[in-house]
């Protein structure tokens, strides 16, 4: 009986699961969420006529392709944070890009060695804090260790993505020494273990429970446009205008590469090209408020909500350098424990 | 005791076949399914890469680590075992309003991930869930620094959190025992003036400790392989260290060696059930045994009884569900019903039924070899072949990702070499290389519920078939097949659900262009609007009720 089932099973499945082939086509291996990309990729298809198949991977998309190997049907890698597009690099899956339409659009600085990566917005890590019981409206990182903060200081785990980038930023400016003491102090001034996501210690300044929180910029315009409990988190907070002492915002990227075996290399540059049109700028950075890389989008949602942000000079190389010591720093503080 | 469950050593000569040649094979074949993604964890430990960045693990990872894990273990196997024996003990002893019910109520919370479960409670507990709000109504306090409210969002939280959905594991398998205590020794007990107490303490709990190592072995692993909850409840256990090292320090072979001291414990903690287990072994005598009546509860006593069964179903299914139902209803995200959503549940479905299938026909086969043969190294097998559970589903994934990715280029190569024409990977590409990782992850419950199955069986049954003359395929068709059937369907029911809930290795080894309910609820989650993920997150829990309450339909007629 179970060979029965599982025959038909294989012969249900076979139609179910097989993936489309199509002429006109791209493969897009992504670790951003579907959801986010859904408009600008139906978009292209409506524009160009080529389908595109995705699949959203996390953390494994880098072995994924590098496994897969020369048969490999990846095309396009769409990543998130420098340290993950620098281990795609790293890995050696990625390409040169290649296109002087592209150049032109994205400044060097935000591409990768050889065109291997391509910017295709900006986000920053920047402080909030409660609107009703903190009365300033500029900080500085460094500031957030001040001991005034004891007790009210939430973050997110510090092994997180989004915080080792930040405290590898932090090491390329004061230091390993100077680092271990931030994130001795930081840790002290924590209300509570961190953990959770980055929207929770929004929620926990409404609650009461810490008045000053580190916190990605996107987040803070989802929820300014949530239609539900998320507003009066929005409500709650204030973002500061936040830099280094020594310079500026710490900003991360979300990038664009092109897979090294990528069977439809053609028309993954298309997409490529086509992510870093206005249009597409304004649908793919507008719909999760991120700032567009692309300079004629001029007031993107991100920018008319938070304002301009200038980006720290630490080139985005130097960090994924650093992330590995900043990782080490993390755990001797005991900062997540 | 010999009179009413005969008690056998394993090591018993009794009278055995050399197995067929297709069973050993199916032996080995699931042992190495199994050994492969183990192996590739081994040598990835045994880089170069991997010796510099050990001591800094030793030093400020694992000591830490291993502690959380430690006290996450104690903590969920204690409230678990607290809650599935004493529940079980209850349904199967006692007769008390809602006891026909909690029987089958008592399972559903296994429909239920982890993951999702730890992201209702810290919504449900939160600031502004129901009950912190309902809270504030009533005192016109105004935030957190007018009172104190406990966080979920730490170790004993997540002992909690955990433990209410993983007790079905042990009440399942418990109960089962329970039930099967025949009446002869139960009234010679109560005769000899033995009270209720005593008859738990000195009756019922040792006779139910295999069924206890058996499931608390279960939700053991499933606590130690977590990697969602853990995570989301800030606990920082060594599953989620293996995944930092992984991802933050990009060392693979860093990741690598946390999870090799992970299967040291789990070794550890499989070495210790067999001990648990002893050398008893509780086979039904070849005559059905006649069962207790219950006896009948009033009063408090009654309160009681339907109290305490009820708190963890009200803990593990009722409030998660309704949460559920709630979210998707006042989200309105009924409207959201799509045809990709209803493609990801059939995705689902078809991924879990086919790896269950699989699982179970594997599973059996492994089962009839040990049982059946007289070399040792089919017992080993067995062994080998039930390890993928203790590997968290993300090393499994990874550690399967390199075969399954070689082969897949081998065929491709041969055919462009052959045909003319690239065919694409193929097993990655046509979701085989998931209901693989599925099989190799869940094959354990297959074979365990085969196992347990077949230990029911007195061998003198296989010993009188013999000497009457029956062959193999005989004794396992005519008179193992109708005994074990409700012991395998248990376990088919279990691997399904088990898929169903599957995240890290879905999420890594799926085809383009393939979601299943998991993936959606994860892709929502990962950008910080769980609730928008509650519709696929419901469809799982539902996907799942109706095989947990076959399941608990199922052991109950074995009663």
């Not at chain 1, 020494?177 to 994130?183: G, N, S």
């Not at chain 2, 691997?495 to 393939?514: H, I």
Request: hydrophobic share 50%.
């Amino acid at each position: 009986m179970i060979g029965k089932i599982h025959l038909h099973a294989l012969a249900l499945s076979s139609c179910l699961l097989a993936a489309p082939a199509m002429a006109q086509s791209v493969n897009l291996y992504t670790t951003r969420e579907p959801n986010l990309l859904n408009p600008v990729l139906e978009a292209f298809t409506k524009d160009t006529g080529i389908k595109v198949n995705a699949i959203f991977l996390k953390d494994g998309l880098q072995e994924r392709i590098r496994t897969e190997g020369a048969n490999s049907p990846a095309d396009v890698m769409l990543l998130v944070d420098v340290g993950e597009i620098n281990a795609a690099l790293d890995a050696g899956i990625t390409q040169p890009v290649k296109s002087a339409a592209i150049d032109k659009i994205v400044p060097a600085q935000l591409r990768g060695p050889d065109d291997n990566w391509i910017t295709l917005t900006k986000r920053a890590r920047i402080v909030i804090v409660s609107k009703d019981r903190v009365k300033q409206d500029a900080i500085t990182y460094e500031d957030l260790a001040d001991p005034k903060w004891k007790g009210k200081f939430c973050i997110r785990a510090g092994q997180h993505p989004y915080n080792n980038a930040f405290f590898a930023a932090y090491l390329a400016h004061h230091g390993a020494e100077k680092t271990e003491a931030y994130l001795k102090a930081l840790k002290a001034n924590t209300a509570r273990k961190p953990g959770g996501g980055d929207r929770d210690v929004a929620r926990d300044i409404l609650s009461g429970q810490c008045d000053i929180a580190l916190i990605n910029t996107y987040y803070i315009g989802l929820m300014s446009q949530a239609k539900n409990e998320q507003k009066s988190w929005y409500d709650a907070i204030k973002p500061l205008k936040t830099s280094f002492a020594d310079g500026g915002t710490h900003v991360n990227v979300s990038a664009a590469a092109i897979a090294r075996n990528a069977p439809n290399r053609e028309n993954a540059v298309k997409l490529i090209e086509y992510m870093l049109t206005p249009k597409a700028q304004e649908l793919y950075g507008d719909g999760n408020f991120e700032f567009p890389v692309n300079a004629e989008v001029k007031d993107s949602a991100a920018v008319k909500l938070l304002g301009n942000v200038t980006p720290d000079k630490t080139p985005l190389s130097d960090i994924a350098r650093n992330r590995k010591a900043a990782a080490d720093l993390v755990d001797k503080a005991g900062f997540d424990n | 005791m010999s009179v009413a469950a005969t008690a056998h050593s394993p090591r018993r000569p009794s009278l055995r076949w050399r197995p067929s040649t297709r069973l050993a094979w199916a032996s080995l074949l699931g042992a190495a399914l199994v050994a492969t993604p183990l192996l590739a964890l081994a040598v990835t430990a045994a880089s170069r890469q991997a010796a510099e960045i050990w001591p800094h693990l030793a030093a400020s990872v694992i000591p830490q680590a291993l502690g959380d894990t430690l006290l996450l273990l104690l903590g969920v196997g204690g409230l678990s075992a607290l809650a599935g024996v004493a529940t079980a003990w209850l349904v199967t002893q006692y007769e008390f309003p809602g006891r026909r019910a909690f029987e089958w109520l008592l399972v559903l919370p296994l429909a239920i991930p982890t993951y999702i479960v730890a992201y209702i409670y810290v919504e449900f507990l939160g600031f502004q869930g129901p009950f912190q709000a309902g809270l504030r109504a009533l005192t016109g306090w105004r935030s957190l620094r007018d009172y104190w409210f406990p966080d979920p969002r730490n170790l004993s939280g997540a002992i909690c959190i955990m433990a209410a959905v993983l007790y079905p594991y042990v009440y399942l398998s418990v109960r089962a025992l329970f039930g099967l205590q025949s009446a002869t020794i139960v009234e010679a007990a109560r005769t000899l003036g033995a009270s209720r107490r005593r008859l738990f303490w000195r009756i019922g709990l040792p006779m139910a400790r295999p069924a206890l190592a058996a499931g608390l072995t279960l939700v053991l692993l499933e606590t130690l392989n977590d990697i969602g909850a853990t995570e989301y409840l800030g606990v920082r256990s060594l599953t989620l260290s293996i995944y930092t090292t992984w991802v933050n320090r990009g060392s693979l072979p860093g990741a690598a060696q946390i999870a090799c001291v992970m299967l040291a414990l789990v070794l550890f903690l499989i070495v210790a059930e067999r001990r648990l287990r002893g050398q008893r072994r509780f086979a039904l005598p070849v005559r059905q045994p006649r069962h207790v009546g219950r006896i009948r509860l009033r009063g408090r006593a009654a309160l009681t009884a339907s109290l305490a069964c009820a708190l963890p179903v009200l803990a593990g299914a009722a409030l998660p569900i309704g949460f559920l139902v709630v979210e998707v209803l006042s989200r309105d995200l009924l409207a959201g019903v799509d045809t990709a959503l209803l493609q990801s549940l059939a995705n689902a479905l078809l991924l879990a039924g086919l790896a269950s299938a699989l699982a179970i026909a594997l599973g059996l086969a492994i089962a009839i070899a040990a049982r059946l043969g007289r070399e040792p190294w089919l017992n080993l097998a067995s062994r080998a072949a039930s390890l993928g559970y203790a590997v968290p589903g993300t090393v499994l994934a990874l550690g399967l990702l390199v075969p399954l990715a070689a082969i897949d280029n081998m065929i491709a190569d041969a055919a462009k070499a052959w045909l003319g024409r690239n065919p694409g990977l193929l097993l990655i590409g046509s979701g085989a290389a998931l209901v693989i990782a599925y099989v190799v992850r869940f094959l354990s419950i297959a074979i365990s519920g085969s196992e347990s199955g077949f230990s029911r069986i007195s061998p003198r049954i296989d010993d009188a078939a013999r000497l009457l003359g029956a062959g193999a395929p005989e004794l396992v068709g005519r008179l193992h097949w109708p005994l074990i059937r409700p012991a395998i369907a248990a376990a088919a029911l279990l691997v399904f659900v088990d898929c169903l809930k599957e995240l890290p290795a879905t999420l890594l080894l799926r085809p383009l262009n393939v979601d299943t309910l998991a993936t959606i609820v994860y892709g929502h989650a990962s950008r910080g609007s769980f609730e928008d993920g509650a519709l696929a997150g419901l469809l799982i829990v539902l996907a799942g009720l109706y095989p947990a309450i076959m399941l608990a339909r199922a052991g109950g007629k074995a009663n």
